[in-house]
């Protein structure tokens, strides 16, 4: 990448804001979907305190976590129309797939919470929760795999993906679905998310048994987590041969994959030693890491293979006018979330929730 | 069915679900939060018991209506790519500040419902305020945006692009006061009649909390029924607006047919061919006389345009005839309530708890607010017909190129229903377990009984 081309602009800026709460929506979101998979796997003796814990946990920022997704998606209509509107056309299938597992997951835990505590009532809630919490983060996985790797170019970019005589499954299907790389992001976003959430849970859970398998957990799915992000490499490489270039160009990406593979580290070791508060950290700093690491395989592309940031942004009063409401928001939002966590996350007080 | 219409239907499939949401998420905070000071005034356990289940019925709505608000942000780039491409830059600001707003409800109702032993009584009565006020802020900012489809500005079409964007000039377009105001309105006349009328049935079935329900029925009609009477007033702003932008929408809504002086078409079902009203009373005059003081007054109908820029007539007409009818109602409902209420402080009468016919007419009116705001966003939405942006941009060329959008159509609308469904057993649930009927114990699910003046002493966790 030469120099010319870093220099930040508007949209550059609009563009980095979106992955900052993208990488909110992974952290917190993406944990809350990593609580419903570890719901569906609950196992054992303790399987009711597991699911119990998780809920706490979950329960009362559950709803603000997920406006993260709201904020990038109107980040992405108001700035960068162009884009959102060919996304929305060509992943037409996957989105409302995803929609349906948010909305079955976002509604199943809320009814769960409310509804009687009945084990049978219970249980098919507490199903509904799990399946859409695994089956959403593959979709968001399949999404960004196919935006990623170039397959759904902005038309007339690449000639043959709006000619004439191509068929539904062509068009609509096939450039998310069929490419084995795209499946492997869905499977790291998947693995991710199960990981964050075991490693949050360490730190929540009070009592040493429910501690431990958490810890055991969070092991296993780093471990899940790292052969996950090798296969989504090795794919790329054959596979996606955009993302490959951008993973693998300059030292900046190298740089990146340093510090995710030291936070990484970091991050069995502490679990190994049970140092949770470190892990936490780890886990979120090689979450985002991998988050910018994708981000910057891009730059300065929002739509690969060749729909620049600069070229498909909003005019410019635009930008200006967002970035000030953002600007204003973020003053309200900022303490409010500091407000939020020390609330309920100071040692973990009983949850007055009656 | 074709692609349009299965687009057209899923949006108003999904839009009709969600007002429902939003609104109660307009209205729910303003009753819990006037509940919560009205404990921290006198510290009567009912009041605080009172904000505790209203919070709860809340957090169960809210969050359906923040996953289905979710699905519209999608919805609108899903359904219509075109107009996102073109709008998305005009009118992003208010999603913008809407998404902020929407984040501070969620994060303050968050510390609401969980945070009741963690924080002081003030700094929750704060929280639950907070809640309120960007409740009524979201719904707004998104009201405006609305509002831009009918009154489109703040841009230039050149050659077919959009260029000298004006964002500001967009969000605070000529519709948008009226919109807001009535919108507003209704949230709180919607929400404020149908809890009344929950608890208007329990007073009148009998039920061992008495002090509860009426302690719930004042509130709900406190914030409903000021907000019913002023709606006619609203309405009258909004019908003027109309007429004077959009004089298609107003003469399909009225059932104003052929240009020249207009009478006020009540009932009728106009044909869309002969632009003839069948089975309609007419009073002659009448609509002229309300818009321009003048029973002779030329009033533009909906002649005046070729048929492919009318909004389907029939529909039209009937929604907006629903509307009023049941604002009507709920505004002389409003009326009776203030008569009695001012008559029994004069020492005549019943109080009105006890009055079993007034408890008919407010369980009676119960849905009338929602039946109205569905009919209303009908009259807005169809009457902007065939436009997606008044005089702009069709709808026709505005919708996804993907073939085939009647199967996301039928699956959200299953969606959907299996989540009306569930949600109606949940309330249905939990309103029971505030002792509608005697025999349903209360505390069910180990929570704290209705405290009631017959039992002195009890106290309520939370304080």
Redesign the interface.
Known sequence: MNSAELTWTLPHAVAGVMVLSLNAYVLLGGADFGGGVWDLLARGRQRDEQRALIAEAI??????N??W???V???L???F??A??????AL?VP??LM??G???R??A???R?????RDSVQRRWGRIFSVASVATPVLLGLCVGAVASGRVPLSGSVPGLNAPGLT?VDR?ITPWAASPFGWAVGGLALALFAFLAATYLTVEAQESSLRETFRRRALQTQMALLVSAALTIVLAARDAPLVFEGLTRGSVALGMHAVTAVAAVTSIVALSRRAYATARLAAAAQASFILWGWAWSQFPVLLPPDGSITALA??R??LT??LS??AV?TL??LP??V??FR??KRGN?????? | MSDLFAARSQMAVSLAFHIIFAVVGIGMPALMVIAEGRWLRSQDPVMLELAKRWAKGTAILFAVGAVSGTVLSFELGLLWPTFMEHAGAIIGMPFSLEGFAFFTEAIFLGIYLYAWKLISPRAHFAAGLVVAVSGALSGAFVVCANAWMNAPTGFRLVDGRVTDIDPIAAMFNAAAPTEVLHMTLAAFAATGFAVAGVHAYALRRGTPHRAFHRAALQIALAVGVPAAMLQPLSGDLSARDVADRQPIKLAAMEGHLKTGPAAFVIGGWPDENTLEHRGAIEIPGALSLLLHGDADAIITGVDAVPADERPPLAVVHIAFQVMVACGMAMAALGVWTLVRAWRRRRGRGVALPDDRRFLAAVMLASPLGFVALEAGWTVTEVGRQPWIVQGVMRTADAVSPMPGLVVPFIAFTLLYIGLAITVVFLLRRQILKTGVRGAVPVGLTGEMPIPTPARPGRTVGGS
């Open positions: 329960g009362p920022i559950w709803e603000a997920h406006v997704l709201i904020l998606v109107v980040l209509f108001t700035c129309p162009r959102y509107a060919h996304l929305a056309t037409h989105i409302t929609l349906i948010i909305v079955l976002g509604s835990f809320t009814f919470t409310y509804d009687s505590t539904f609509f909003a005019p009063v635009t006018l967002v409401v953002l928001g309200i939002l409010s979330f407000y939020l609330v309920f007080t009983a949850f007055g929730h009656d």
